[in-house]
């Protein structure tokens, strides 16, 4: 089944305690993305890539890294969470050219004391 | 960067009613636009989009409308149901490689569908 897979789907952690949100897809997408989510404020861009070792900033990049080593997988790093992290997680994916939908994984919520 | 905005932010109508939902953008150079329906506790999904070269298109009880000039879009559903009820999305995305990929989303609105 074509799909797109985050772990962990939820998460509690501390201050400073560094944590890393795996994402992967299973349809040989080239393009793949983090947004999060936060009530009144819709999705917003965190990272994207557009291929292997290819990743740029979107929107809201501070505090959050990304890496794009293989081309299934986009872990979305956070160094020093800090509470203001706390929020929806998504990761999107879709493939070059062609109709530009955007396939979004379950979702992370993560929640940082 | 691009800007997109949506409204309303709530929309209340009576089963069986039409819904309009509408959005602004910012950067001309956009030409892709979908809208995401996202049901309580679950990811965003698309519904349906259109791109810069095309003025309206429809699937079943949904269309959307696209005026490039005053830059702006609109989402209608007709004769709705209980189960349109959730969190739409508008967003806008000039895309075309070489350039940012993302979307920018709207803020969303909340369609509630009164029995």
């Known amino acids: 089944e074509a799909q797109v897979t985050q772990n962990p789907r939820y998460l509690i952690t501390v201050t400073g305690k560094k944590l890393t949100v795996t994402c992967s897809q299973n349809m040989n997408h080239e393009y793949m993305s983090w947004y999060r989510q936060d009530p009144g404020l819709g999705l917003r861009q965190i990272y994207y890539?557009?291929?292997?070792?290819?990743?740029d900033k979107g929107d809201v990049p501070e505090g959050y890294k990304v890496s794009r080593k293989e081309k299934r997988n986009f872990p979305l790093i956070l160094e020093s969470p800090s509470p203001n992290q706390t929020s929806l997680y998504f990761c999107a994916s879709r493939p070059r050219g062609g109709r530009r939908t955007q396939y979004f994984g379950p979702g992370t919520r993560l929640l940082v004391l | 960067g691009e800007n997109v905005e949506q409204h309303p932010s709530t929309l209340s109508v009576q089963e069986g009613d039409s819904a309009v939902i509408k959005c602004t953008y910012s950067?001309?150079?956009?030409?892709?636009f979908p809208w995401y329906k996202q049901e309580l506790g679950k990811r965003p999904q698309l519904i349906i989009d259109i791109r810069s070269n095309v003025g309206e298109k429809k699937d079943q009880r949904i269309a959307v409308t696209l005026n490039k000039t005053a830059k702006h879009f609109s989402l209608h559903i007709t004769e709705t149901q209980p189960e349109d009820s959730a969190v739409y999305f508008c967003?806008?995305?000039?895309?075309?490689?070489?350039?940012?990929?993302?979307?920018?989303f709207g803020k969303g609105t909340h369609l509630i569908i009164q029995p």
């Open positions: 967003a806008a995305s000039i895309g075309g490689g070489g350039g940012a990929d993302g979307l920018t």
């Open positions: 890539s557009m291929n292997v070792e290819v990743t």
């Open positions: 950067d001309s150079a956009s030409n892709y």
